[in-house]
């Protein structure tokens, strides 16, 4: 089986050697690895975010470990050649439109998180963010009003096909857990959450063993920190999704902690760290690679048909955090070479 390994920019390529650590110290026979350029280092080298041969790479593999993208260097680009755009053009190239996100709480990380111990210990829930669609794909601009002014433009929009699979993949996922499942839009004021509102309680009718709420995003954001406990399922639109799993991330401790996967219909799924390349702190051993490896583990899992292996890299996470490892996000001065060395080590118990 082939991994394709894009470490990307900045932190990428630090959080990416430990998670290749890990999944070497598994001796999983007939895994292959082949590495690609993602992002700024791509453009750098290439011209391009997204060279045809990293694409070709993906395509060929069954699932794709990613690092992070995101360049300083690269920001007075146009927007079609900035780091980003590898990500983007990943996700709609091969139609993963899926992103699982979890947030569980490690009960030894209460003191990391921004809420009161008993308010986090209660955490874990899943965020199922839609990929595909959304102004991150509408048709966007720059461009000059009657009066003179300067102005921008992202579209947003869904059509039904779009809702509904998304629906779909939230429906089944709740299932699989505690058949709650609660749908995050902002029906009223856009035409958009409308729809996707209508959608989903259409979809809902093929699943009457999940329990269906619907919240308005702002209410949403607001009870992420008040009573998390109460979710189980989220699902939302690609901009939404990215702005409350960044919130959630920060209820369990820490960015530097969420996982996830990217799917398509198949299985065939990207796996990354939700959180960016943090340029400022690139090179200096600070990242924390806990999400990367446990990307790594749900890339096992989702794709690879390995959960008992996955299994193994959850439970040698959590025991390296029960030891006491922390990087410093985490409030402790692990490097990110250390952090791994304290997975390799609960592995290997
Ligand atoms: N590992 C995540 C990453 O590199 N994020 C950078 C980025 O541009 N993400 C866009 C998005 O997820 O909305």
Same mark, same amino acid.
């Given at each position: 089986m082939?991994?394709?390994?894009f470490?990307?920019d900045?932190?990428?390529p630090?959080?990416?050697?430990?998670?290749r650590r890990v999944? *070497?110290?598994l001796?999983?026979?007939?895994?292959?690895?082949?590495?690609?350029?993602?992002?700024?280092?791509?453009?750098k080298?290439?011209g391009?975010?997204?060279?045809p041969e990293?694409? *070709?790479?993906?395509?060929?593999?069954?699932?794709?470990l990613?690092g992070?993208?995101g360049?300083?260097d690269?920001?007075?680009?146009?927007?079609r050649?900035?780091p980003?755009?590898a990500?983007l053009?990943?996700r709609?190239e091969?139609?993963?439109?899926s992103n699982l996100?979890?947030?569980?709480?490690?009960?030894?990380?209460?003191?990391?998180s921004?809420?009161r111990p008993?308010i986090?210990?209660a955490i874990?829930?899943m965020?199922v963010?839609?990929l595909?669609?959304d102004?991150?794909?509408g048709e966007?601009?720059?461009r000059?009003?009657?009066?003179g002014?300067?102005?921008?433009? *992202?579209?947003?929009?869904?059509?039904e096909d779009?809702v509904r699979r998304i629906?779909?993949?939230?429906?089944?996922t709740a299932?699989?857990?505690?058949?709650k499942l609660c749908?995050v839009d902002?029906a009223?004021v856009? *035409?958009?959450?409308?729809?996707?509102?209508d959608v989903?309680?259409?979809t809902a009718?093929?699943?009457?063993?999940?329990?269906?709420?619907h919240?308005y995003?702002d209410n949403?954001?607001m009870?992420l920190?008040?009573n998390?406990?109460?979710?189980d399922?989220i699902?939302?639109?690609?901009?939404?999704?990215?702005?409350?799993?960044d919130q959630?991330?920060?209820?369990?401790?820490?960015i530097?902690m969420l996982?996830?996967a990217?799917l398509d219909?198949n299985?065939k799924?990207l796996?990354?760290?939700?959180?960016?390349?943090?340029?400022?702190i690139?090179?200096?051993?600070k990242?924390n690679p806990?999400a990367?490896?446990?990307s790594?583990a749900?890339?096992l899992?989702?794709?690879l048909?390995?959960?008992?292996?996955a299994?193994?890299?959850?439970?040698a996470?959590?025991?390296a955090?029960a030891g006491g490892?922390?990087s410093?996000?985490?409030?402790?001065s692990?490097?990110t070479a250390?952090?791994g060395?304290?997975v390799?080590?609960?592995?290997g118990?």
């Amino acid at each position: 089986m082939l991994v394709a390994l894009f470490p990307g920019d900045g932190i990428g390529p630090e959080v990416i050697a430990q998670a290749r650590r890990v999944l *070497d110290a598994l001796k999983i026979d007939g895994l292959t690895y082949e590495e690609g350029l993602v992002g700024g280092v791509a453009y750098k080298a290439t011209g391009h975010p997204l060279p045809p041969e990293t694409l *070709d790479i993906a395509r060929r593999a069954d699932a794709i470990l990613f690092g992070a993208v995101g360049d300083f260097d690269c920001d007075s680009l146009e927007r079609r050649l900035r780091p980003e755009q590898a990500i983007l053009g990943l996700r709609k190239e091969l139609t993963l439109f899926s992103n699982l996100r979890p947030a569980k709480m490690f009960p030894e990380l209460s003191e990391a998180s921004t809420l009161r111990p008993e308010i986090a210990a209660a955490i874990d829930l899943m965020i199922v963010r839609e990929l595909n669609g959304d102004v991150y794909f509408g048709e966007k601009g720059l461009r000059t009003t009657a009066t003179g002014l300067r102005e921008g433009y *992202d579209i947003m929009s869904y059509n039904e096909d779009e809702v509904r699979r998304i629906a779909h993949s939230a429906f089944r996922t709740a299932r699989a857990r505690r058949g709650k499942l609660c749908s995050v839009d902002k029906a009223n004021v856009l *035409d958009t959450s409308q729809l996707w509102r209508d959608v989903v309680i259409e979809t809902a009718k093929e699943y009457p063993d999940v329990a269906l709420t619907h919240m308005y995003v702002d209410n949403a954001a607001m009870q992420l920190v008040r009573n998390p406990a109460q979710f189980d399922v989220i699902v939302t639109g690609n901009l939404f999704g990215d702005i409350l799993s960044d919130q959630a991330s920060m209820c369990v401790g820490s960015i530097g902690m969420l996982a996830s996967a990217s799917l398509d219909a198949n299985g065939k799924g990207l796996y990354e760290p939700i959180h960016g390349s943090a340029p400022d702190i690139a090179g200096q051993g600070k990242a924390n690679p806990l999400a990367t490896v446990l990307s790594a583990a749900m890339m096992l899992r989702y794709s690879l048909g390995m959960a008992a292996q996955a299994d193994r890299i959850e439970a040698a996470v959590a025991k390296a955090l029960a030891g006491g490892a922390r990087s410093p996000d985490l409030g402790g001065s692990l490097t990110t070479a250390q952090m791994g060395d304290a997975v390799l080590a609960a592995l290997g118990d």
